[in-house]
């Protein structure tokens, strides 16, 4: 079992979120209001974490909460699924109306209440054009809402002196049913291209799309897991090597976990379970450590840690923290809302009710993770977190997908000629 931890040590030490595009965090709800006011953020400086104090600038964060740096760790854009400033907070060019809908157009005021609603990653190949997913929801027959598509859009960062230009708006990738959010993505075994995940709703079938230097093809379809009905604000994501996958549905506790083949973007080995939803209502927040054994899931009230070196991974559940009740006043209760792994690896939560606390995982490489309840008091209000894939994964050493290292072998080529004179056509 040492022997087995080593290695496990080895293979995932290089996974670690230490990586400069989510060096800025841009976070605040502003009660409904979309004035400019100053608003609240986390920087990765010198080797931590740190609150500041931004703007004043006007975008408001519900749960969809999406932005990007360059390699150099500069913020290129952010956005809250309706609009997208760029770096100077203004709208970012020929982005107007990117993500139409009813939620977007008429249901939600200032930012979309939709977890992973807008995913975010550098196009394969390319230094300066981004990759955009995104949903919003439209009304059905029968009065409830949903997703009906999944759309791709890209930004180009040398357009409009360097403050970015949307060069291509809303290409419908996907028609269908879908959850809410959810959009997860995770490097294909070559290192350069993502797999791009979505799931349809009310079913266990996930689609799966690969994004390339030229195309992005699919949706492969895969059923596995438990069936996704409670998905208004839900999250999902990989270990930062990409070998496992957690998602979590807030009404019934559906918890899933399962590895996944970085090669052939299968998913396999499902571990499933509910929660209770009784005593701890609203599961909605998920997270793996820097290393990637442990998972992280909570509710409104309480945070699990499981093992993913156990023998029976649904087993080694066991609570690390509780909701302590502390309210400041009557709106800005405490409890537990979204989780996500910070570049200095740790793990941040945000807070259920609007507040101006975020929560600390401080060690969560460990099984003693220290959790600790209103570590950051933050300059505004604020509910939501940004949510990043692993940027920096290489490719899967070893695997058969790992084309882009190996060296072209020396072919011995043969050919055949006909007709032999030829006139007007030559065969080859």
Not at 73 to 101: E, R
Not at 140 to 159: A, F, K, Q, V
Not at 243 to 262: P, Q, V
Not at 319 to 329: A, L, M
Request: charged share 15%; net charge negative.
């Amino acid at each position: 079992m040492k022997f087995f931890w080593v290695l496990f040590i080895i293979t995932v030490g290089s996974s670690c979120m230490a990586q400069n595009r989510m060096n800025h965090w841009r976070m605040g709800y502003q009660f409904g209001l979309a004035a400019p006011v100053y608003r609240p953020g986390l920087d990765y400086i010198g080797g931590a974490m740190d609150t500041v104090t931004l703007g004043p600038f006007s975008m408001d964060f519900r749960s969809c909460c999406s932005m990007i740096c360059d390699t150099s760790g500069a913020l290129q854009f952010y956005t809250n699924g309706q609009w997208i400033a760029n770096k100077n907070n203004d709208t970012l060019l020929n982005s107007g109306h990117f993500n139409p809908g009813y939620a977007s157009d008429v249901f939600y005021h200032h930012g979309l209440y939709m977890a992973q609603g807008v995913l975010i990653i550098p196009k394969p190949d390319s230094s300066n054009i981004y990759s955009m997913f995104h949903e919003t929801f439209d009304q059905l027959n029968n009065g409830t809402t949903s997703p009906l598509h999944l759309s791709y859009s890209e930004i180009d960062m040398n357009r409009d002196s360097g403050r970015g230009e949307m060069i291509l708006k809303n290409k419908k990738i996907l028609i269908d049913t879908l959850v809410q959010g959810r959009l997860t993505a995770c490097k294909h075994a070559n290192g350069r291209d993502w797999w791009v995940i979505s799931h349809e709703y009310g079913t266990t079938r996930y689609y799966k799309f690969l994004l390339t230097p030229d195309s992005i093809y699919g949706p492969f379809k895969q059923n596995i897991g438990q069936n996704i009905f409670f998905d208004s604000d839900n999250e999902s994501c990989f270990t930062p090597d990409g070998n496992w996958y957690a998602t979590i549905s807030n009404n019934d506790g559906a918890l899933d976990i399962m590895r996944f083949d970085r090669c052939r973007g299968d998913f396999y080995d499902c571990h499933s379970t509910l929660l209770p939803t009784d005593s701890t209502p609203y599961w909605n927040g998920v997270s793996f450590s820097a290393n990637c054994r442990y998972l992280y899931v909570n509710s409104l009230l309480s945070l699990l840690q499981f093992d993913l070196g156990a023998g029976n991974i649904i087993g080694s559940e066991h609570e690390v923290g509780h909701w302590d009740y502390y309210c400041e006043d009557i709106l800005g209760c405490t409890d537990f809302e979204f989780i996500q792994l910070a570049p200095d690896n740790a793990i941040y939560m945000s807070t259920w009710a609007t507040t101006k606390y975020l929560h600390k995982i401080s060690k969560p490489d460990s099984s003693n993770c220290n959790f600790i309840q209103r570590y950051f008091k933050i300059a505004n209000y604020n509910l939501s977190l940004p949510t990043f894939p692993n940027y920096d994964l290489g490719a899967l050493e070893g695997s058969e997908c790992d084309t882009l290292n190996k060296p072209v072998k020396d072919t011995l080529f043969k050919f055949s000629l006909y007709p032999n004179p030829a006139s007007e056509q030559l065969h080859i």
